[in-house]
């Protein structure tokens, strides 16, 4: 059994004890039998972990397995106060308050366990001043010892209203700006980094242009990545109206290599003959990858093209509407912290932001915008620039389902809803639904397997009480008694499910929560 459960890494992973627990216990018919299994398997675990410490995320894990076969009530997983890996008496406050309020006590449970999540287990790395004078801080996503740019801003964005509140939240959150600028002044087609250059990444023999570094875990490109950069800058400058950082010369010349790489990602594939990115790896998964290096062939639309989606998977078509819906609204929105804090070191970037902006969201509303055969106008998924179009959405953010979250629209948007009603239905071929649940997915883990991320989303972008509550639901069974937001679940059976140490996820459900006691308290505390 432990040589079962064992992780090619020397590691514990808990879908294998709960996929080898479920398996044993179907022979087992009484409660003491199959908590006899559980005990073997964890007595497995523990002898062949070389020594290594299971997480608190895998022990939540393992514990909800067993509350489940006792029908206990879903408990607080939260490490103690000594174990935490940062702390901010502003944010376990503000927990208290909401979770005192909140009527469901295990949705309040899953509130205590989630939002916290990324401060407890994942800022592995925080310094207030490092040898540049700067704050620095690494956060992983969780079962990945790397810092994506995307995940790491959906990580820590929801602490950012609290920030000046708590002086040290804010020098953390500081850091996370600082340590995305000059990952990105490393590398601006790289997704994931390394905390130094003493870890290599295990995808180092990937063809690319530019080359792999030890810096960099990942180097697929994705339009997001540098929007979500563009996004944690803002809600920093926004909620704690510091202007500091902004005139510091690593955060100005990381936006201005974020923007010159979005721009050039501009260029269809005639225009690109020499390009400036290139990926490709030997792979037996076809999302992993990229035809030729370059991806399938583009037509200048006024778009940016994004070779790899959110989900870290290759995109079918070049032109992806919902990251380039977010790049329009991060770039005017950066544009105002030139706007409000004197001129850039380059002095056109201000304009350039500005038309590069404009240019993007005339693309979307000429290209983005399709007639569906069976709804009429909605937003495509991904585009071409030759006609040719991609219906569908995935979990990860940016979604179409997540347009008005981004702030491109609003929620009662007209073309937004209609396209709404494709992305939740059979007509999304990566909208399932099952006896445990409905949702969206995605290509990353298959057909079948739902994301709570993308239920969190439909909730949060909901305007009916009864499609609310509903999800909320939904997530509170989809944790499966762990108390924690997963990846994705099997759409008939919640204990099913993929990666039970998933912080975005986590940190997202705790914004949900926070988004309905200031929009909907009824539906929460009653």
Request: aromatic share 10%.
């Amino acid at each position: 059994i432990g040589l079962f459960i064992r992780r090619k890494a020397g590691r514990i992973d808990i879908d294998q004890i709960a996929d080898m627990e479920a398996v044993v216990s179907t022979q087992s018919t009484g409660v003491f039998a199959r908590l006899f299994v559980i005990v073997c398997c964890l007595l497995g675990a523990a002898l062949l972990v070389n020594g290594e410490e299971m997480s608190q995320q895998h022990l939540a894990g393992l514990s909800g397995i067993l509350r489940g076969y006792l029908g206990q009530a879903i408990t607080n997983q939260r490490p103690p106060i000594d174990r935490r890996m940062f702390v901010s008496p502003a944010i376990d406050n503000l927990i208290d308050q909401i979770s005192a309020k909140m009527v469901d006590q295990d949705l309040a449970t899953i509130f205590q366990n989630c939002y916290p999540n990324t401060l407890d287990t994942t800022v592995t790395h925080f310094v207030p001043k490092g040898e540049d004078g700067l704050p620095d801080t690494f956060v992983i996503t969780g079962d990945i010892q790397a810092m994506w740019l995307r995940d790491s801003t959906n990580q820590v964005i929801v602490y950012m209203p609290y920030a000046k509140q708590d002086p040290n939240l804010q020098t953390m959150l500081l850091g996370v700006v600082y340590r995305q600028a000059k990952s990105i002044l490393i590398d601006s087609y790289a997704n994931a980094f390394n905390l130094d250059n003493t870890t290599q990444s295990p995808w180092m023999s990937d063809r690319r242009i530019p080359p792999m570094t030890l810096p960099l875990h990942e180097g697929k490109y994705e339009l997001d990545s540098l929007c979500a950069f563009l996004k944690l800058s803002y809600s920093y400058w926004n909620e704690t109206q510091d202007p500091s950082p902004f005139q510091n010369l690593i955060w100005q010349t990381a936006v201005q290599k974020a923007v010159n790489t979005i721009q050039i990602q501009q260029k269809d594939s005639w225009e690109d003959k020499n390009p400036e990115y290139f990926f490709q790896r030997e792979t037996s998964a076809p999302t992993d990858t990229l035809m030729h290096g370059v991806g399938i062939p583009s037509k200048r639309t006024g778009m940016s093209k994004s070779p790899f989606r959110p989900s870290d998977d290759a995109a079918t078509l070049p032109f992806p509407i919902a990251a380039n819906s977010m790049a329009v609204v991060s770039l005017k929105r950066i544009s105002q912290i030139f706007s409000n804090n004197g001129p850039a070191p380059n002095p056109g970037l201000f304009q350039q932001i500005i038309s590069l902006a404009n240019e993007i969201e005339d693309g979307i509303r000429k290209f983005g915008i399709i007639n569906h055969v069976n709804f009429g106008q909605i937003y495509a998924f991904e585009v071409d620039g030759f006609g040719n179009t991609y219906v569908m959405d995935d979990a990860n953010i940016p979604s179409l389902l997540s347009l008005p979250y981004l702030g491109w629209c609003e929620k009662d948007d007209p073309l937004y809803l209609n396209t709404r009603k494709v992305l939740l239905s059979p007509d999304n071929p990566y909208w399932c639904k099952g006896s445990a649940g409905s949702g969206i997915g995605g290509p990353h883990i298959g057909l079948g397997w739902i994301w709570p991320m993308s239920i969190i989303t439909q909730a949060e972008t909901s305007t009916n009480d009864d499609e609310i509550l509903g999800c909320l639901e939904l997530l509170k069974n989809s944790t499966a008694g762990t108390g924690f937001m997963h990846e994705s679940f099997w759409k008939e059976d919640v204990d099913n499910f993929t990666r039970s140490w998933f912080a975005w996820a986590n940190s997202h459900f705790g914004n949900l929560i926070l988004t309905l006691a200031k929009e909907r308290p009824h539906l929460i505390f009653g």
